[in-house]
């Protein structure tokens, strides 16, 4: 992709192998067991599914990191797109955040003090 920077298309490379093996490991399994495997192994989730905030915040399941996408999008790239846009700008960090991605904004909520 062209409007990245090499180290960015690197990086997004090597994501989106982690991606697919995870997803392959995971494939229907409940939030929990996604919020347990991320967990055993040091990953950020990257979900569609507003539940993930339940059960972190109400029911105190830990998490290294979580991008929720709250928007339908326009093509199946964009999620990606959008991640990798902003992570190349470098003003957020998505380790212990609850970040909430829409269309017209970013916000981001601290998981543990």
């Keep these: 992709m062209k409007t990245f920077h ?3 298309s690197e990086f997004s490379v090597n994501l989106v192998m982690m991606l697919v093996v995870f997803f392959e ?3 229907g399994a ?9 967990q055993k192994d040091n990953r950020i989730i990257l979900t569609f599914d507003r539940d993930y905030g339940e059960l972190i915040y109400h029911y105190g399941f830990f998490a290294f990191g979580v991008v929720y996408f709250r928007f339908k999008p326009e093509y199946p790239e964009e999620p990606a797109e959008r991640l990798l846009k902003i992570l190349d700008l470098g003003e957020i960090e998505l380790l212990n955040k609850f970040t909430v991605i829409e269309r017209d904004r970013i916000r981001q909520r601290v998981l543990y003090l």
């Design 6 to 8: 090499v180290p960015v």
């Design 25 to 27: 490991e995971i494939r």
């Design 30 to 38: 409940k939030d929990f067991e996604v919020l347990s495997h991320a």
